[in-house]
């Protein structure tokens, strides 16, 4: 009952009308941060997975151990390191990053490396390895090489790609410690969720987080898409 | 083969040029002449109680400039403040501001406003603290009841008074009292947890008040119904405000964060640091306390 009373109450179509005002930016900063991020982690992680698995290179199974060990490494972790790069008392401070965009996309590019490399890594090696052979036999260049190959592991990469998306948009620790939080400038739907949590708001939080359900849910559709069309 | 590289470099780059016309009107949304940004390191309880939003446009618009607000704990916000990445920090926590500035980040420290502490705990209050006058007796028949007890456990302002009432009674908190529980979390979820669990916590005013609602089995204990009636002066909870200074951190902006810190405190403001929260709750969630104030309502 006294739910029920709050959800009609004043304030609170008040706060909810005041929070969906705000909504716009905070989703097309979410997409913004994590899409740049997931750009530049696809662009570094791509051509890097795909290189480990054709052509290993001494240390390999140390550099995969520590791929693999960066698949688990907690986002406020990697905040916390892009934090003290970026501070100003930091050796980067002098780019003037910290609580903007730019600093959330370098921590979540960093958080959705290992993902890319690692996934990739996987996909690739699971091609037959005559295919390569083939292509190299028509007289391709290692890049085309590539490229073929990585058109023939497409689903895997693709897999990569969703998979480290999810887990940067999904993602709180980070974007909040370099991000901070700021209304209309470095808020995000993470951490809004965090803020409306903290305020006792648990019906508005839990709105956001279907929002976010909903976001990760159409991106993931057109990657998707994305991956088929390049397929034909 | 050939293809797979066109469709994706042309749809990552179109991707791309969306994002960034999106972040644009992100990042930007009001682009007149460039105001200058000042970045004010405070902690939640400021911010969750809305005081902020209801006071910074004034600022904002008297001096041309945005405030980037960053909330988080009193010790993250001074930890901010003495890594230059915060212009000016206004906490709660004499003893750690005081630290801050004879560290150097700060030349001097300017009284703002105050509220206070309360005790609350469930209805039944089953270690019988209703009605005592001071926080320092209920704590020992919390601890004597072993009654449930919640604990910001976040290095907070509020969290520093909880631990310097349990050293008052000569007692340092430990995990093996299973009464008590150190949750590392905001007062807002500590309240949650306490209004879950049954459990006394100690709270600032403001965010019980702003919470209330959400909290129907947690009532006022120690403490009194408004500030007034507060008989335990231990427990009222001065803000301070400090502009970071700039022969230890020269990239801070102390011209508009010595701005700000004149502006809290003019009388003016500390007006409308006394009015706020009235309408809402009949009672100010702050009480203005700067020099200036003072000497104009001795």
Redesign the interface.
Known sequence: M?RID?LT?V?FVEETALMLSSLP?IV??S??VS??AL?SA??IGLPLGAGLALRPVPGQRFIVLLIYTGMGLPPVVVGLAVYMLL????PL?GL?W??T?AAMITAQTIIALPLVIGLTMTAVEAVDPALRLQVRALGATPA?VM??V??EA?TGVMAAIVAAFGGIISEVGAVMLVG??????TRVLTTAIVLE????D?ELALALGGVLLGLAFVSNFLLLR?GR???? | MRRLGYTVSSALIALALLLSACGQSAASPTATSAPQTLRLATTTSTDDSGLLDAILPDFEAKYNAKVDVVAVGTGQALELGSKGDADVVLVHSRKAEDQFVADGHAKERFDVMYNDFIVVGPKEDPARIAGMTTAKDAFKAIMDAQATFASRGDKSGTNTKELSLWASLNITPTAEMKWYNALGQGMGETLTFANEQEAYTLSDRGTYLAQKDNLPDVVILVGGNSLEENKDKSLLNPYGVMAVDPDKHPGVNFDLATKFVEWITSVEEQQKIFDYGKDKFGQPLFYPSSAAWKAAHP
Not at chain 1, 180 to 185: E, V
């Open positions: 006294e709050r109450s304030p930016p097309l900063l997409l913004y899409g740049l750009i696809t662009v501070s100003r008392s930091g401070g003037n910290l609580f965009p085309q490229g073929a990585l058109h497409r901070g939080n700021i209304a209309g400038k949590t903290r305020q006792g648990f994305l069309l390049a397929g034909r």
